[in-house]
């Protein structure tokens, strides 16, 4: 039986930041929190969703915020990478007001059994996030994007301290 860590290999972990893709203006009941997609969000979130799950990725946990638009983002990936819907785990600090430190702390939380983590939540927040995380990237982060980091490391919480290298940019954009 082969043991990485037996010959010193590193454990990689993978975080995928997903912000949500484009919702309505106005919910129906003028909240902010149940505000789902609109029709273009559905096309965008979709689109990106396609292309990650071309390279056949496995990802082993998805957490989200609950918010309408996010939840529903979540739901669309979900789908295409083989998630089981049900598994997405809803975290109320992923909405707006838990901050990048929250945020943070989420993750330095996550069973370390967990390779690839995606995050699934809303700017100002995932975009100060992937820019605390990643040195190398300084972009912003519109609807539907995704900012992938590698950390070589085997614990999230040495991972959140450390930092890691940008994989994965994806916009609607930047796929044409």
């Given at each position: 039986?082969?043991?990485?860590?037996?010959?010193?290999?590193?454990?990689?972990?993978?975080?995928?930041?997903?912000?949500?893709?484009?919702?309505?203006?106005?919910?129906?009941d003028f909240s902010d929190f149940n505000r789902c997609?609109?029709?273009?969000?559905?096309?965008?979130?979709t689109l990106i969703a396609q292309h990650l799950a071309?390279?056949?990725?496995?990802?082993?946990?998805?957490?989200?915020?609950?918010?309408?638009?996010?939840?529903?983002?979540?739901?669309?990936?979900?789908?295409?990478?083989?998630?089981?819907?049900?598994?997405?785990?809803?975290?109320?600090?992923?909405?707006?007001?838990?901050?990048?430190?929250?945020?943070?702390?989420?993750?330095?939380?996550?069973?370390?059994?967990?390779?690839?983590?995606?995050?699934?939540?809303?700017?100002?927040?995932?975009?100060?996030?992937?820019?605390?995380?990643?040195?190398?990237?300084?972009?912003?982060?519109?609807?539907?994007?995704?900012?992938?980091?590698?950390?070589?490391?085997?614990?999230?919480?040495?991972?959140?301290?450390?930092?890691?290298?940008?994989?994965?940019?994806?916009?609607?954009?930047?796929?044409r």
């Open positions: 039986m082969f043991y990485p860590t037996m010959l010193g290999l590193k454990t990689i972990k993978k975080l995928y930041i997903v912000r949500h893709s484009k919702a309505v203006e106005v919910a129906p997609l609109a029709d273009y969000g559905v096309e965008k979130a071309r390279d056949q990725m496995d990802v082993d946990l998805m957490l989200s915020s609950p918010a309408c638009r996010a939840l529903e983002t979540a739901n669309i990936f979900s789908e295409y990478l083989k998630y089981p819907s049900s598994e997405i785990v809803q975290l109320q600090p992923l909405y707006h007001f838990g901050g990048t430190e929250k945020a943070i702390d989420i993750i330095s939380h996550v069973d370390d059994d967990v390779e690839t983590l995606m995050l699934f939540g809303h700017n100002p927040t995932f975009n100060a996030l992937s820019w605390n995380l990643c040195q190398e990237f300084r972009e912003g982060m519109p609807t539907s994007s995704v900012v992938g980091i590698t950390f070589n490391t085997k614990t999230w919480a040495k991972a959140v301290k450390k930092g890691g290298k940008l994989h994965t940019y994806l916009t609607k954009k930047n796929l």
